[in-house]
């Protein structure tokens, strides 16, 4: 290796290091992207029906989402019960923070 190598690979280095290190850090301590997640969901059960509430952020102002959802009732006696069904019309404001409680009969 030859004197005009060596520093050729000496500056290289250098210059990797003084841009890297940054870059590193930033990639490191970036937080990661969040977007349209349901921060509570609360389930009341009675023996006609059920009540479902449900809070959400870092959502799309003016965006409509639909909220699917399934629980499953486990009665003190008989057999399990599994409720599906959906919120079509779940909109954001211009804020981004949404919450909607429905109520819906149980049976058939």
């Known amino acids: 290796m030859n004197i005009q190598s060596a520093r050729w690979t000496h500056v290289l280095?250098?210059?990797l290091a003084?841009?890297?290190?940054p870059?590193?850090?930033?990639?490191?301590f970036a937080m990661p992207a969040v977007a349209n997640?349901?921060?509570?969901?609360?389930?009341s059960v009675t023996c006609n029906n059920y009540t479902l509430c449900l809070e959400a952020?870092?959502?799309?102002?003016?965006?409509?989402?639909t909220v699917t959802y399934q629980?499953?009732?486990t009665p003190s006696s008989?057999?399990?019960m599994t409720i599906t069904n959906s919120i079509p019309d779940f909109s954001?404001?211009?804020?981004?923070?949404?919450?909607s409680c429905i109520t819906q009969p149980l049976g058939p």
Do not use: C
Not at 23 to 28: E, F, H, K, V, Y
Not at 37 to 43: G, P
Not at 92 to 99: E, F, L, M, T
């Open 13 to 15: 280095l250098k210059h």
């Open 18 to 21: 003084a841009w890297g290190i």
């Open 23 to 28: 870059l590193g850090m930033l990639t490191m």
């Open 37 to 43: 997640h349901l921060d509570t969901a609360t389930a």
């Open 57 to 65: 952020s870092a959502l799309t102002p003016g965006q409509e989402y």
């Open 71 to 73: 629980i499953t009732v």
């Open 78 to 80: 008989g057999t399990l």
């Open 92 to 99: 954001s404001p211009a804020n981004g923070i949404a919450s």
